[in-house]
């Protein structure tokens, strides 16, 4: 089976940054978008970022110039860099990668979750 595993969530400080790293493992052909969710108690899930297989990238409204997404091919991997974290900022962040099996076939494959917790 596919497998994505969140890492890099933690306790910050407001105004503090942290990296989180998405790694995806199992039969894999390949990995088409990927992104970065959160959802905060009470909320619905939203999307934080979102990048192509190419590189290509948008950002939710609210990151825009503080977080970063960017992705290396070669290890199936993916990271958000935040910056300038707010208390809002605070969440369990998730990992999606479209995810590619086989030539002929595409899943949405999720992670667990990592808790972002923003706070002094």
């Known amino acids: 089976q596919v497998q994505l595993v969140e890492s890099g969530g933690g306790l910050v400080q407001p105004g503090g940054s942290l990296t989180l790293s998405c790694a995806a493992s199992?039969?894999?052909?390949?990995?088409?978008?990927m992104g970065w969710y959160r959802q905060a108690p009470g909320k619905e899930r939203e999307l934080v970022a979102a990048?192509?297989?190419?590189?290509?990238?948008n950002y939710g409204d609210s990151v825009k110039g503080r977080f970063t997404i960017s992705r290396d091919n070669a290890k199936n991997t993916m990271y958000l860099q935040m910056n300038s974290l707010k208390p809002e900022d605070t969440a369990v962040y998730y990992c999606?990668?479209?995810?590619?099996?086989?030539?002929?076939?595409?899943?949405?494959?999720w992670g667990q979750g990592t808790q972002v917790t923003v706070s002094s």
């Open positions: 999606k990668a479209v995810v590619r099996l086989d030539p002929a076939s595409v899943f949405d494959s």
């Open positions: 199992g039969s894999i052909f390949s990995i088409n978008a």
């Open positions: 990048i192509t297989r190419g590189g290509s990238t």
